[in-house]
């Protein structure tokens, strides 16, 4: 087998879709597999790679999919199992990978095999959920909280015992201690990818093996007021534990019992830890999601020290990725403000590694501000107050300036921007220059150029707004420059290193531009630089 066919993730562009959110066909106001079929030409010709669906399995929906009642079932809000086996068909035909999320550290409380282990405390499947007895001066059996607020154990009036839940309560976790559970989700993933999924993101994969003597957490000495009240606590026992590296282990043997399949977790945590999970000898995750940019304060210093550390941090071999946008963040346009999204699109689209983009991102959808009236997300609900709520990035997809944005024909579940008649796929795809425009473009030179695909990460010195660096091959170099102020900034050809032509330029007007001497950027510009490609058009 060709190796580059077995890496097709690495040259890849990952796109994430929230389902209820791209496409309604069906006039419920709720996106649907359907709908996401109709859609895929929009990403055929965006040129991604690959498409990942937030979860679309059978479910109670109180943390909107997170929670499963069915690992192998469709919702029948997304459609059908033939719906299902359809879009794989058609987005393999389009030429596109299918990932899912695979959520394997709880279920939904409605799961057969929760309600099976909640029936006494004997039952076989009582050892596949975490249950303890209370504290012996009453309580619950130890300070884990719940991220959702409150603390992280349940009362069963029934046994008389807790079980854990790092999220809400409805979604119990299960014993990743334990063989058949283990077992149990491995058949899981076998399913999906008998029925030809290319992968799996794993939900919160760092939560998997909590600690065996169920110890306290350690306070949090930087808690602040206005945080989310489970920030009180280090999360130092109940996550992260070394043992869940031999999970994710077998985990990856499962997807390496078939062809060309890739394994990404999702992983918040600090880059000296997140790089543990590519496994000893790699034979963790492939990928597993580096946030880093999702937090970080937007400056041309603060994102170049992000990218030299986590360059440093990667053991010898393992892929980087990188990520601007995501379900659960606030939306990159929001984050750096409207200036900055083509700067913020260069960047994600020139640094070494993958690169996964936002359903919508590529528009610039911005933060949609939720009524109180308005409001699903249950972490907002249960920490009211704190500006915690994720419905703000899940609004629906902005297709044209018809009602509804083209999404629906009936009231959309979350409510639509105020701004979606002007900024939609529609109008962006034949306004020259849009944003849209400027990611269809980065995206062909991408192609284009294989050092923005396997070249060295070089950086250059630099100062002020600028970020500067160059991408190395055998078939080229490409320098990108990066002004991330608020006023023009000027960099010396020196510095760059070689004569160069403007390749492309966020503002889409500079190609073929001969640089000698002085680079100049424009406020909020930023440009690729390199010797003359053939066939980019701007």
């Known amino acids: ?45 965006l040129g991604v ?134 077992d149990a989700i491995y058949d899981v993933m076998r399913f999906w990818l008998r029925k030809g999924v290319d992968g799996f993101r794993v939900d919160v994969i760092w939560h998997l093996i909590k600690d065996a003597e169920f110890r306290d957490n350690p306070p949090n000495p930087h808690y602040r007021e206005g945080r989310p009240p489970h920030e009180k606590v280090l999360t130092q026992y109940s996550t992260d534990q070394l043992e869940v590296h031999a999970v994710i282990t077998e985990m990856r043997r499962v997807t390496e019992e078939f062809d060309n399949r890739v394994l990404i977790g999702e992983i ?49 071999g393992a892929w980087p990725n990188w990520v601007l946008g995501n379900h659960d963040r606030p939306r990159v346009a929001s984050r750096v403000g409207p200036a900055q999204v083509p700067v913020a699109a260069m960047l994600l689209l020139t640094l070494r590694g993958t690169p996964t ?30 500006g915690v709520g994720r419905d703000g990035c899940r609004t629906p997809m902005q297709w044209s300036a018809e009602r509804h944005a083209g999404f629906s024909t009936a009231t959309p579940w979350l409510p639509l921007a105020q701004d979606y008649a002007s900024d939609n796929v529609a109008r962006l795809e034949a306004a020259r220059g849009s944003i849209l425009d400027l990611y269809k473009a980065l995206i062909a030179l991408r192609r284009k150029l294989p050092q923005l695909v396997h070249g060295s990460y070089e950086p250059v010195a630099a100062h002020g707004d600028v970020l500067l660096f160059r991408r190395r091959a055998a078939e080229g ?42 680079l100049d950027l424009r406020a909020n510009e930023g440009v690729i630089l390199g010797p003359p490609v053939d066939g980019v058009t701007e």
Do not use: C
């Not at 192998?72 to 719906?83: A, H, K, R, V, Y």
């Not at 709880?106 to 504290?135: L, M, V």
């Open 49 to 182: 790679d690959a498409v990942w669906l937030s979860p679309i399995f059978t479910s109670p929906m109180a943390d909107f999919g997170y929670d499963i009642s069915d690992y192998t079932g469709i919702d029948p809000l997304f459609g059908s199992m033939e719906d299902f086996d359809a879009l794989v068909a058609a987005a393999h035909d389009s030429g596109l990978k299918l990932i899912l999320d695979l959520v394997p550290n709880h279920t939904s409380d409605q799961h057969p095999w929760f309600i099976e282990a909640k029936s006494s405390r004997d039952n076989p499947k009582r050892d596949w959920y975490i249950w303890r007895d209370g504290a012996p001066d009453g309580g619950p059996p130890n300070n884990w909280l719940s991220e959702f607020g409150g603390s992280a154990w349940a009362y069963d009036e029934a046994s008389g015992q807790y079980y854990y839940h790092a999220f809400l309560a409805q979604q119990p976790d299960l014993n990743w201690r334990n063989r058949e559970v283990r």
């Open 477 to 518: 170099v490409a320098v990108i420059a990066l002004n991330f102020g608020a006023a023009p900034a000027s960099v010396s050809s020196s510095a760059i290193g070689f004569s160069n032509e403007v390749l492309l330029s966020t503002f889409m007007d500079r190609q073929g531009e001969k640089v000698e001497g002085v």
């Open 268 to 316: 918040y945590l600090p880059l000296h830890r997140l790089v543990a999970y590519y496994g000893n000898d790699l034979r963790g995750a492939q990928m597993p999601f580096n946030f880093a940019l999702l937090s970080t304060l937007w400056s041309a210093r603060a994102v170049e020290q992000i990218v030299a550390d986590y360059e440093k941090a990667l053991p010898p």
């Open 1 to 45: 087998m060709d190796q580059d066919e077995r890496d097709w993730w690495r040259r890849g562009i990952f796109y994430q879709v929230y389902p209820r959110s791209f496409q309604d066909s069906n006039g419920d106001g709720v996106g649907d597999l359907r709908g996401i079929i109709a859609r895929l030409p929009h990403l055929t010709r």
């Open 357 to 386: 983009l936002y359903y919508g991102d590529e528009i610039g959808m911005h933060q949609v501000a939720i009524a109180p009236d308005q409001v699903r997300d249950p972490f907002e609900k249960n920490v009211p107050g704190l």
